[in-house]
């Protein structure tokens, strides 16, 4: 399993933007996903990418607003927010998952190795 470390949370204004970013130590995975987990609310899948064909996929919850990336050169995955609502509060990890039959999943059952979380904050 990889090791993955989050960093870029914070607080920040809604309508605003933040940079969360993934550093990838060990294997290349088949999947990275961002979630997040507000506080008494289930952890949640905002993003997922395949990071060989770089497909993706977003709840309808973030389209349009979260984009997920992959640079090769860093190791590191990168999960960019914009128009952020206050809903949005929440400790986000990345996780990775191998290859399975489930394709771009968010469930978070399939993944077997998680970051540490970071916390961001939507307030004004």
């Known amino acids: 399993q990889p090791l993955l470390a989050e960093s870029g949370g914070g607080c920040v204004q809604p309508g605003g933007s933040l940079n969360l970013s993934c550093v990838l130590s060990g294997y290349r995975p088949t999947y990275m996903a961002w979630f997040r987990q507000a506080p008494g609310k289930e952890r949640e899948g905002v993003a997922v990418?395949?990071?060989?064909?770089?497909?993706?996929y977003y709840p309808d919850s973030v389209k349009g607003r979260f984009t997920i990336s992959l640079d090769n050169a860093k190791n590191t995955v990168y999960l960019q927010m914009s128009g952020v609502k206050p809903e949005d509060t929440a400790v986000y990890y990345c996780?990775?998952?191998?290859?399975?039959?489930?394709?771009?999943?968010?469930?978070?059952?399939?993944?077997?190795?998680w970051g540490q979380g970071t916390q961001v904050t939507v307030s004004s």
């Open positions: 990418l395949h990071t060989g064909l770089s497909h993706t």
């Open positions: 996780a990775s998952a191998p290859s399975h039959g489930y394709g771009l999943s968010l469930e978070s059952s399939v993944y077997n190795a």
